[in-house]
């Protein structure tokens, strides 16, 4: 079955960048996902990647497939105290309804 | 601007009563999902509904039912609360296929069962 997995904790420093990683099974996925969560909040999405893409680039964020070892990247660049928070990678197929999330990665800035 | 509300923020219930957490969609969006969010363990799909009246069991179905009598409505049901039901419940909504497959989520549902 699907599995994405992902560390569970990262901290930088203010103005560093960060780098979450993921990693996923299911070699039918087309869609996937970066979702960040504040505190208190739901879910939002930050980005996303199809399947025959490399990468992303989206301002500070840069999202890196790498589709032979299955594994996701976001990195975000010039990293600031508003970006602590959740981050959750998440992967779909084509014509299937449900997102399967990672447990998420807790991202610390200090300044 | 697009929304998906929880209709309670907070709630603290006994074991044993029966729980109602009501979510609401504004974006004509066909799927609907429940998930719940603990420590550790990510987000956990509970029920989705891909059209009214229709239901599809998550992961973790056991104890929940729901119901969707209008599209725009999913709601889930606790029939019996039971204190490992403590939780943060997130409801999410988005678009049928074909689309990117964004989910919206609410702010959440943070359950207390005593």
Known sequence: GEDVEQSLFLSVREGDSSVINCTYTDSSSTYLYWYKQEPGAGLQLLTYIFSNMDMKQDQRLTVLLNKKDKHLSLRIADTQTGDSAIYFCAEKRTNAGKSTFGDGTTLTVKP | ?114
């Open chain 2, 1 to 114: 601007d697009v929304k998906v509300t929880q209709s309670s923020r907070y709630l603290v219930k006994r074991t044993g009563e029966k729980v109602f957490l009501e979510c609401v969609q504004d974006m004509d969006h066909e799927n609907m999902f429940w998930y719940r969010q603990d420590p550790g363990l990510g987000l956990r799909l509970i029920y989705f509904s891909y059209d009214v009246k229709m239901k599809e069991k998550g992961d973790i179905p056991e104890g929940y039912s729901v119901s969707r009598e209008k599209k725009e409505r999913f709601s889930l049901i606790l029939e019996s609360a039971s204190t490992n039901q403590t939780s943060m419940y997130l409801c999410a909504s988005s678009a049928a296929p074909p689309g990117t497959g964004e989910l919206f989520f609410g702010e959440g549902s943070r359950l207390t069962v005593l």
